[in-house]
């Protein structure tokens, strides 16, 4: 028998065989695939096995869409186009049976992995080992009383994605997390630099005051006699941001009842209510006040006095708060406060609420606002000793926020006051 060249004719040497009367054409490997992946359950990826047709005209074993089914008591549905149908509406496919059957005796291509054991096609995944098993691997470890964790291939393949999914939006969070505390750490360095030319300039007028030179020469009177401390501070306020915010108090804002002094620094609680046009910006049960300006970006830092006081409310809240009647002050409703009450009694006004403990005489708060970082911190003025830190998104303009509370009848009547730069 002679094989035909490749050249006269489009007969793939390879792929065939030659009878007495003709050439009978094999088909290739990736058809002979593509037939048998058609020939098996999508579920246990084995062949049909008593093939059930559902009424949306795909097709399982019986065994296999039973056991998909068997948790969901009331809704079944195909596991391919999730259509609902009914265990009553399917029908067996004879066809594909007898096809699968034909199929499988030509062993056209190598057969689904079998046990070593026993040799039976691994239908099974054993959670434990961590690989495929077979249903007798199963039933005789079942018989000794080994507690094992086996599921469908199919089930562990939807099992492991979740589980990977789950681990993967965990690593996304720390990854975020790891991303914000470098930009920090990177502003931290970046503030220290800002540092270090005050430094250069300070260790070199060390060096013009070094003892020899006194001795040698007689000073200037201009340059080493006069106001050097407010000189040093010149110098140091164009390096360190933000310095002192000169805040005003927005008259349109404040409760009937308070006072506010012509400079609108100061602010206190009045025995007699005010006639006041009834604005939306006013407020009318919290007896508040608002700073003039408003922040949508930028670092900024105030001062307040609050010596005297035995009760007080300040911080930073948003534009769109509510300003008529009672809301909570939570940083959920749009406000960063911190609070005293009975002269001692100081927390922040956080979800839940923080209870804080004085260590000094607390005469001057400091309110930091660093917009884009997120951050409202307060410290005492007098010891930079940091109190309290927020930390939020912000997404609309902030404005400071003073409530110099009641005046308990004398008790309470000093008033809040904004420190402006000397």
């Known amino acids: ?10 007969i793939d040497p390879v792929n065939y065989i030659e009878t007495n009367e003709s050439i009978i054409h094999l088909p290739s490997k990736v058809v002979i695939e593509d037939i048998t992946m058609e020939l098996h359950c999508p579920l246990c990826n084995d062949w049909f096995c008593d093939p059930l047709m ?10 296999c869409i039973q056991n998909f089914w068997r948790p969901q008591a009331k809704e079944t549905f195909c596991p391919e186009c999730k259509m609902l149908c009914q265990y009553s509406n399917c029908t067996f496919n004879l066809v594909l049976d007898r096809l699968a059957e034909k199929i499988k005796k030509l062993h056209l291509l190598k057969g689904h992995p079998k046990c070593p054991e026993h040799g039976e096609n691994l239908k099974l995944f054993s959670k434990p080992d961590g690989k495929l098993t077979c249903f007798q691997c199963k039933d005789a470890r079942l ?31 720390t990854l975020k997390e790891l991303q914000s505390l470098r930009k920090k750490q990177m502003e931290a360095i970046v503030a220290c630099k800002d540092i270090v030319p005050l430094l250069d300039s300070l260790k070199q007028g060390m060096s013009v005051l070094a003892t020899r030179e006194l001795i040698s ?30 805040l005003t108090l927005d008259p349109k804002t404040a409760h009937p009842n308070l006072v506010l002094s012509k400079s609108q620094t100061s602010v206190w609680h009045g025995d ?35 010596a005297k006081k035995t009760k007080w409310t300040i ?53 930091y606002l660093d917009y884009e970082g997120g951050q409202v911190s307060f410290y005492n003025a007098k010891t930079m000793t940091h109190i309290y830190t927020f930390s939020n998104t912000f997404m609309e303009k902030l404005y400071p926020y003073f409530c110099p509370c009641l005046n308990d ?3 309470n009547k000093e008033p809040l006051h904004i420190l402006h730069p000397q």
């Open 272 to 306: 007699i209510k005010k006639e006041m046009p009834n604005d939306p910006e006013r407020f009318d049960s919290s007896v508040a006040v608002l700073g003039s300006s408003g922040f949508t970006s930028g670092k900024w830092y105030w001062e307040v006095e609050v």
């Open 315 to 367: 911080g930073v809240v948003r534009e769109s708060i509510i300003r008529k009647g009672c809301c909570p002050l939570t940083p959920e409703q749009g406000f960063w406060l911190l609070r005293l009450r009975n002269q001692t009694d100081l927390k922040a006004l956080d979800l839940p609420s923080c209870s804080l403990t004085l260590t000094n005489n607390l005469d001057k708060v400091g309110i």
């Open 217 to 246: 020469r007689n000073l200037n009177p201009g340059q080493y006699k006069g106001p050097i401390q407010y000189m040093v501070w010149r110098e140091m306020h164009d390096t360190l941001s933000p310095g002192l915010s000169p």
């Open 54 to 63: 559902l009424s949306c005209g795909h097709n399982f074993c019986q065994a």
């Open 143 to 173: 018989s000794v009383g080994q507690s094992k964790e086996f599921l469908q291939i199919s089930d562990a393949v939807r099992f492991f994605s979740e589980e990977l999914a789950t681990q993967q939006g965990q690593l996304e969070a």
């Open 1 to 10: 028998m002679e094989v035909p060249s490749s050249s006269s004719s489009n």
């Open 409 to 411: 009848g004398g008790e």
